[in-house]
């Protein structure tokens, strides 16, 4: 069984991404997380995670549509 929490750096693991910018995107709000224990650990819930990246998928694809490929052969 996955386990329900994930680690700042197991975040930066899904994503490919560092820890330093799993960071930034869980202070700045952009990934939900929650802070717990004495010393503030961030955790992100799984579940979280995977609304993030389907709404990453969303954002992209509304993105490339707005901006498609030019033909440059036309040139």
């Keep these: 069984m996955e386990p329900r929490f994930l ?3 197991d975040v ?3 994503l490919n991404v560092s ?3 799993v960071y930034h995107m ?3 709000g952009e990934l939900p997380a929650i802070k ?3 010393r503030g650990q961030w955790r992100v819930e799984r579940a ?5 990246i389907q709404q990453k998928y969303a954002e992209t694809a509304e993105w490339v549509r ?3 490929l030019t033909d440059r052969d036309g040139e």
């Design 7 to 9: 680690l700042l750096s």
């Design 12 to 14: 930066a693991t899904e």
């Design 19 to 21: 820890d330093s910018q």
């Design 26 to 28: 869980v202070r700045s």
């Design 36 to 38: 717990i224990g004495g």
């Design 48 to 52: 979280r995670l995977e609304e993030y």
């Design 66 to 68: 707005g901006n498609p």
